[in-house]
Nanobody, 124 residues
Framework: QVQLVESGGGLVQAGGSLRLSCVAS????????MGWFRQAPGKEREFVAA????????YYVDSVKGRFTISRDNAKNTVYLQMNSLKPEDTAIYYC?????????????????WGKGTLVTVSS
């Protein structure tokens, strides 16, 4: 069993930055691929970014490439999502999740554990 807790969301103006964190507890953190997903009001949950077990490989959805950076610190059981140049369309609840394999883009239905999410609101 893995518990995931996200933090770092909030209200920011367009062009601003936020850094999300997701702390994991339970089974070995380094044995999981970590991903970030988001769900905007009235829309389906979508994949945002993924990072491999050691952090050596990353993958992003096209809409965030060059603006978002995913990273992880296995010693702290934490995955991060640095979000720069934020746009109003980035407004969503952001979730971290685990996947046993690095098959990207990560598929919502394959994710094993989920956090409860953190809300990001970008004003224009």
């Amino acid at each position: 069993q893995v518990q995931l807790v996200e933090s770092g969301g909030g209200l920011v103006q367009a062009g601003g930055s936020l850094r999300l964190s997701c702390v994991a507890s339970g089974r070995s953190f380094r044995s999981y691929v970590m991903g970030w997903f988001r769900q905007a009001p009235g829309k389906e949950r979508e994949f945002v970014a993924a990072i491999s077990y050691s952090g050596g490989s990353t993958y992003y959805v096209d809409s965030v490439k060059g603006r978002f950076t995913i990273s992880r610190d296995n010693a702290k059981n934490t995955v991060y999502l640095q979000m720069n140049s934020l746009k109003p369309e980035d407004t969503a609840i952001y979730y971290c999740a685990t996947d046993p394999s690095f098959k990207v883009p990560l598929n919502y239905y394959n994710m094993e554990y989920w956090g409860k999410g953190t809300l990001v609101t970008v004003s224009s």
